[in-house]
């Protein structure tokens, strides 16, 4: 894709599974990359050449200010935001207010704190903004309220900011996976690929998780020169899930008829 060579990305979030697999295709494309994390064992095991770590808490403005100081010593510019990281601390209904403070603090401000940092460079370098939504902020799942709550305010937040970052050449797009392959489906299931798939299979046309490079594929894309005129969208990377509704991929009349 055109307009990642040579470019540099922040990538809050970065020592996960789907971080990692965004660091990897960045790397692959020829941009430099800024690993951002709070998992400083597992970020420092994957700086290389050309891709940096930095330990960062979103919910510090120290941090953000020095990871942003620390990618323009390395690599002379910012280019990419892509928004990774995330909170899944949820207690549905039982969620204290600082179990709400802490999942906006860490799923939506720690983002903005980070645009406002790297302003300027974006600005000059007319760069791009990935934030990451979910398609947990277009329904209601049982027993979940922070996190769902949470990424369908990043939804918003992406239109807000690609409303007003437009004028400084900004652009700012989200990417909803569906089920991913990811560190928490890892938990949940205790390394369990095949689970994972067969649980997910009902809720997704394809009838399995994403892959995490599939969601990499597609963040790239909205940082690329391809998507040039794209900017304050959704881009859903979801396996059908939220084309598929309650009926799911089966027939349901026939029940009717048993």
């Known amino acids: 894709m055109r307009g990642l060579k040579d470019k540099v990305a922040i990538v809050p979030g970065g020592a996960t599974k789907i971080g990692q697999a965004i660091v990897d295709a960045f790397a692959a494309a020829g941009t430099k990359v800024m690993i951002a994390d709070i998992n400083e064992e597992a970020g420092r095991t ?25 990618t323009r010593d390395r690599f002379g510019r910012i280019d990419f935001l892509v928004n990774v990281a995330a909170s899944y601390l949820d207690n549905a209904a039982a969620s204290t207010r600082a179990e709400w403070l802490e999942s906006f603090d860490v799923n939506v401000v720690g983002s903005v704190m980070l645009m406002q940092a790297a302003r300027a460079d974006l600005a000059k370098n007319r760069g791009a903004i990935v934030n990451f939504g979910s398609i947990s902020s277009r329904v209601a799942q049982t027993g979940r309220w922070l996190y769902p709550v949470s990424k369908a305010a990043i939804l918003q937040l992406t239109r807000n900011q690609a409303m007003d970052l437009a004028p400084d050449g900004i652009r700012v797009n989200a990417v909803s996976p569906g089920w991913t392959w990811s560190n ?16 997910a299979a009902p809720f997704h046309l394809m009838g399995r998780v994403a892959n995490p490079a599939e969601i990499a594929s597609a963040v790239l894309f909205l ?16 396996g059908g899930y939220t084309a598929m509704g309650p009926e799911q991929a089966k027939p349901a009349i026939p029940l009717l008829m048993e």
Do not use: N, P, W, Y
């Open 223 to 238: 940082c690329s020169d391809e998507a040039s005129f794209i900017t304050g969208t959704d881009l859903c990377v979801d």
């Open 46 to 70: 994957l700086a290389r050449d050309g891709v940096g770590f930095c330990r960062c808490d979103l919910r510090s403005d120290e941090d953000i200010a020095g990871l942003c100081a620390q």
């Open 184 to 199: 928490i489906m890892d938990q949940l299931t205790h390394g369990d690929r095949a689970k994972t798939d067969r649980v």
